[in-house]
């Protein structure tokens, strides 16, 4: 298991004590004569390990930090589906700007920030009604302000509240309005209580970045009148940019388009004003221009995703002044097809199996990913908080390349000299269909159909072309295995059910990639987004992953390592948390001289 960093000095009671990492050794194999990246040089230490005390910088404190790609708001739900979305690092930038009422720290551990305490049964402000309906209350610290000056009130949230769940302002639904019910404000603004008509076990992340799709708070008092007059236009507003007003650590400065943005200290920040004068965030849209620049000096931090683990490698050999952190983001995961599968023995659980038996996914994991990464046996990650629970229950299916053919011939296929073949003669074949445009997932989808070939399986890796990528139908009717970098939050397991299966019937839109429906199943998703007490909701999490491993709904391959650059001088920043950014502490950012 990947250890999360050992903290540096100077750090918060919350931030915990951990081990730091340790780059493996080279690894000294080609996979499938892919030119893969091994890991040389120093041991890579942790971006918030303890260094060598230097006198501290006199005078503003700045440094020089850069995204790969060029921005074009501040709004991390609004960079989901705006023009030229999915900008890596846009939720950074808005964790720099703007704050929740909590926030997740590198522990996957919710801690408040608006909110004076993030509701609990314990501390009674989270309170599980006899009827199944629920209410959460959150009291607003007094010293709470936006950063005009303005403050921060209940009005704010509910405000917030109606924006969010107005589908009419064209941006990603959160789901967690399918159980809400209303909030209402109290205490002269500060306090807002949230009703729920059903159990609802996140309702302690709404306006916090702890989970996708949640809204952080609104002004009220500088939005309600553009949306009032045109809510369909409200995207448009250059609130999301140039006149961006949060509540964050940092405010907006100045924005050159296309080239950088620079922010300031803010002084009213709730947490204590940050330690770090000026932020100075350069847009680099070319990987090698980026690494560049970070071996002349000229960038201290990278932030957010983008710069791949081999970039990031051969900069850390070079950069004397600076290291490479990493941290596990997510997984790359087959998933098999369900509904109308080709060939059809797709559907039998043997054969699922035999394919996981056949892969060698620990050398994938480390030729692909230099020695760092980790097979990904579940699909809880091993940096989720649930996985010491969780993650050694599950069945695992080792490399085992005999005993895939002893399985496969178990179901009536015979093997010649080109391969298995059915009782009648027919070859099995097999589609592996890849998404372009990363490398990782493409050498991963080549290496996956090799060790088929070996196993007397005919695959094929299909790299799916850009244009069709976003076809619905083409991208759910997939007749084998679809590969896909995909996200290991256990407060996506939703999307699971069977309701959210993609047909014609619902136009294909649904998120259930393998299009698999099992009534038990959708009991076991259904009790565990209902159960908010954690021993029992971890018991049915447990429960659910077991049965994802056992009947193979999902072939994880291994967990994905994302790396993070960083200069000696910069103390208190490490890789990207799993379930936050490297921005959730950014107030106790600095640096030496």
Same mark, same amino acid.
Request: charged share 25%; proline share 8%.
């Given at each position: 298991?990947?250890?999360?960093?050992?903290?540096?000095?100077?750090?918060?009671? &919350?931030?915990?004590?951990?081990?730091?990492?340790?780059?493996?050794?080279?690894?000294?194999?080609?996979?499938?004569?892919?030119?893969?990246?091994?890991?040389?040089?120093?041991?890579?230490?942790?971006?918030?390990?303890?260094?060598?005390?230097?006198?501290?910088?006199?005078?503003?404190?700045?440094?020089?930090?850069?995204?790969?790609?060029?921005?074009?708001?501040?709004?991390?739900?609004?960079?989901?589906?705006?023009?030229?979305?999915?900008?890596?690092?846009?939720?950074?930038?808005?964790?720099?700007?703007?704050?929740?009422?909590?926030?997740?720290?590198?522990?996957?551990?919710?801690?408040?920030?608006?909110?004076?305490?993030?509701?609990?049964?314990?501390?009674?402000?989270?309170?599980?009604?006899?009827?199944?309906?629920?209410?959460?209350?959150?009291?607003?610290?007094?010293?709470?302000?936006?950063?005009?000056?303005? #403050?921060?009130?209940?009005?704010?949230?509910?405000?917030?509240?109606?924006?969010?769940?107005?589908?009419?302002?064209?941006?990603?639904?959160?789901?967690?309005?399918?159980?809400?019910?209303?909030?209402?404000?109290?205490?002269?603004?500060?306090?807002?209580?949230?009703?729920?008509?059903?159990?609802?076990?996140?309702?302690?992340?709404?306006?916090?970045?702890?989970?996708?799709?949640?809204?952080?708070?609104?002004?009220?008092?500088?939005?309600?009148?553009?949306?009032?007059?045109?809510?369909?236009?409200?995207?448009?507003?250059?609130?999301?940019?140039?006149?961006?007003?949060?509540?964050?650590?940092?405010?907006?400065?100045?924005?050159?388009?296309?080239?950088?943005?620079?922010?300031?200290?803010?002084?009213?920040?709730?947490?204590?004003?940050?330690?770090?004068?000026?932020?100075?965030?350069?847009?680099?849209?070319?990987?090698?221009?980026?690494?560049?620049?970070?071996?002349?000096?000229?960038?201290?931090?990278?932030?957010?995703?983008?710069?791949?683990?081999?970039?990031?490698?051969?900069?850390?050999?070079?950069?004397?002044?600076?290291?490479?952190?990493?941290?596990?983001?997510?997984?790359?995961?087959?998933?098999?097809?369900?509904?109308?599968?080709?060939?059809?023995?797709?559907?039998?659980?043997?054969?699922?199996?035999?394919?996981?038996?056949?892969?060698?996914?620990?050398?994938?994991?480390?030729?692909?990913?230099?020695?760092?990464?980790?097979?990904?046996?579940?699909?809880?990650?091993?940096?989720?908080?649930?996985?010491?629970?969780?993650?050694?229950?599950?069945?695992?299916?080792?490399?085992?390349?005999?005993?895939?053919?002893?399985?496969?011939?178990?179901?009536?296929?015979?093997?010649?000299?080109?391969?298995?073949?059915?009782?009648?003669?027919?070859?099995?074949?097999?589609?592996?269909?890849?998404?372009?445009?990363?490398?990782?997932?493409?050498?991963?989808?080549?290496?996956?159909?090799?060790?088929?070939?070996?196993?007397?399986?005919?695959?094929?890796?299909?790299?799916?072309?850009?244009?069709?990528?976003?076809?619905?139908?083409?991208?759910?009717?997939?007749?084998?295995?679809?590969?896909?970098?995909?996200?290991?939050?256990?407060?996506?397991?939703?999307?699971?059910?069977?309701?959210?299966?993609?047909?014609?019937?619902?136009?294909?839109?649904?998120?259930?990639? #393998?299009?698999?429906?099992?009534?038990?199943?959708?009991?076991?998703?259904?009790?565990?987004?209902?159960?908010?007490?954690?021993?029992?909701?971890? &018991?049915?999490?447990?429960?659910?992953?077991?049965?994802?491993?056992?009947?193979?709904?999902?072939?994880?391959?291994?967990?994905?390592?994302?790396?993070?650059?960083?200069?000696?001088?910069?103390?208190?920043?490490?890789?990207?948390?799993?379930?936050?950014? &490297?921005?959730?502490?950014?107030?106790?950012?600095?640096?030496?001289?």
């Amino acid at each position: 298991m990947l250890a999360p960093p050992r903290l540096a000095d100077n750090q918060l009671n &919350q931030l915990s004590e951990e081990t730091p990492l340790v780059c493996l050794n080279r690894v000294p194999f080609i996979l499938l004569a892919i030119a893969l990246v091994g890991c040389s040089g120093p041991a890579s230490p942790s971006g918030l390990t303890e260094r060598t005390p230097a006198a501290e910088q006199t005078g503003p404190k700045r440094i020089t930090a850069a995204i790969l790609g060029d921005p074009y708001t501040f709004s991390a739900k609004l960079n989901t589906s705006g023009p030229g979305s999915n900008v890596p690092g846009t939720d950074a930038l808005e964790d720099l700007m703007n704050s929740g009422l909590a926030n997740t720290d590198n522990r996957g551990l919710l801690n408040p920030v608006l909110a004076d305490a993030v509701p609990t049964v314990e501390n009674g402000r989270w309170v599980l009604l006899p009827d199944g309906r629920m209410e959460t209350t959150w009291h607003i610290r007094p010293n709470a302000y936006w950063q005009d000056g303005t #403050p921060f009130t209940a009005d704010d949230l509910i405000f917030t509240t109606q924006v969010s769940r107005d589908k009419q302002v064209g941006w990603e639904y959160d789901a967690a309005f399918d159980a809400f019910d209303s909030i209402e404000s109290s205490n002269g603004g500060e306090t807002v209580i949230v009703r729920w008509k059903q159990p609802f076990i996140e309702a302690d992340t709404m306006f916090s970045h702890a989970v996708s799709g949640r809204t952080l708070p609104l002004p009220k008092h500088l939005l309600e009148d553009p949306y009032t007059r045109d809510r369909a236009t409200l995207m448009d507003h250059p609130y999301w940019s140039e006149q961006f007003v949060g509540t964050g650590p940092f405010k907006l400065r100045e924005w050159q388009r296309g080239s950088h943005l620079i922010v300031d200290a803010n002084e009213r920040f709730v947490l204590g004003r940050p330690r770090i004068d000026q932020v100075d965030v350069r847009f680099v849209t070319d990987p090698r221009t980026l690494a560049a620049n970070i071996l002349a000096g000229d960038i201290d931090l990278t932030i957010g995703r983008g710069i791949s683990l081999e970039q990031a490698t051969q900069v850390r050999d070079q950069w004397r002044d600076g290291v490479m952190d990493y941290r596990v983001s997510n997984w790359l995961v087959a998933y098999p097809q369900f509904l109308d599968p080709s060939p059809e023995i797709i559907r039998n659980v043997q054969f699922r199996r035999a394919l996981v038996h056949a892969l060698d996914r620990q050398q994938m994991t480390d030729a692909l990913q230099a020695g760092l990464g980790e097979v990904a046996h579940t699909y809880i990650s091993p940096d989720d908080p649930a996985y010491p629970d969780v993650g050694p229950v599950v069945p695992r299916y080792d490399f085992d390349p005999n005993r895939a053919i002893r399985m496969i011939e178990d179901l009536l296929y015979r093997r010649d000299a080109e391969g298995f073949r059915t009782p009648s003669g027919q070859r099995l074949e097999l589609e592996v269909r890849v998404g372009a445009g990363e490398d990782l997932t493409e050498k991963a989808g080549l290496a996956m159909a090799d060790y088929f070939h070996r196993a007397g399986i005919a695959a094929d890796a299909t790299i799916v072309p850009a244009q069709r990528i976003r076809d619905r139908e083409y991208a759910a009717t997939f007749p084998g295995l679809y590969l896909r970098g995909q996200p290991t939050d256990p407060a996506r397991l939703g999307r699971f059910h069977s309701s959210k299966v993609p047909t014609p019937e619902n136009n294909y839109i649904g998120d259930n990639n #393998p299009r698999y429906r099992n009534p038990e199943f959708d009991v076991l998703l259904e009790r565990y987004s209902m159960t908010v007490a954690q021993r029992p909701r971890y &018991q049915v999490l447990s429960q659910i992953v077991s049965h994802i491993a056992d009947q193979v709904i999902m072939i994880g391959l291994f967990y994905r390592v994302e790396p993070t650059l960083f200069a000696n001088r910069i103390k208190n920043v490490a890789a990207r948390p799993p379930t936050s950014t &490297q921005a959730w502490n950014a107030h106790l950012w600095d640096v030496t001289s």
